[in-house]
């Protein structure tokens, strides 16, 4: 019933961009934070970044700071992970998960299926 579809992954040069997608279906994204998250083979999952719903507050990790924005569109029920000046390291399959609140927590109970990046020449 409840479900997170992520697009827009694919493959891109070091240096591009591409902009994923967390369409929602069964409830309504902007009652809840979002958060964007990536597993590299053999590495543990990170948190990429999130968006609140009520103050739309974001955050970033350190590593994609400066290069990669969150926002929503909530009459599209749809949350985007814009990603600019791409490296190697952040090839990864990227999720999208819904926080069990409005704030950005350490706390999601649905997760999307993932979307595949690749930075590569």
């Known amino acids: 019933q409840v479900q997170l579809v992520e697009s827009g992954g694919g493959l891109v040069q070091p240096g591009g961009s591409l902009r994923l997608s967390c369409a929602a279906s069964?409830?309504?994204?902007?009652?809840?934070?979002i958060g964007w998250f990536r597993q590299a083979p053999g590495k543990e999952r990170e948190g990429v970044s999130c968006?609140?719903?009520?103050?739309?507050?974001?955050y970033y990790a350190d590593s994609v700071k400066g290069r990669f924005t969150i926002s929503r569109d909530n009459a599209k029920n749809t949350v985007y992970l814009q990603m600019n000046s791409l490296k190697p390291e952040d090839t990864a399959v990227y999720y999208c998960?819904?926080?069990?609140?409005?704030?950005?927590?350490?706390?999601?109970?649905?997760w999307g299926q993932g979307t595949q990046v690749t930075v590569s020449s």
């Open positions: 069964g409830l309504t994204l902007d009652y809840y934070a």
């Open positions: 968006i609140s719903s009520r103050e739309a507050s974001t």
């Open positions: 998960a819904k926080g069990v609140q409005a704030m950005c927590t350490y706390d999601y109970d649905y």
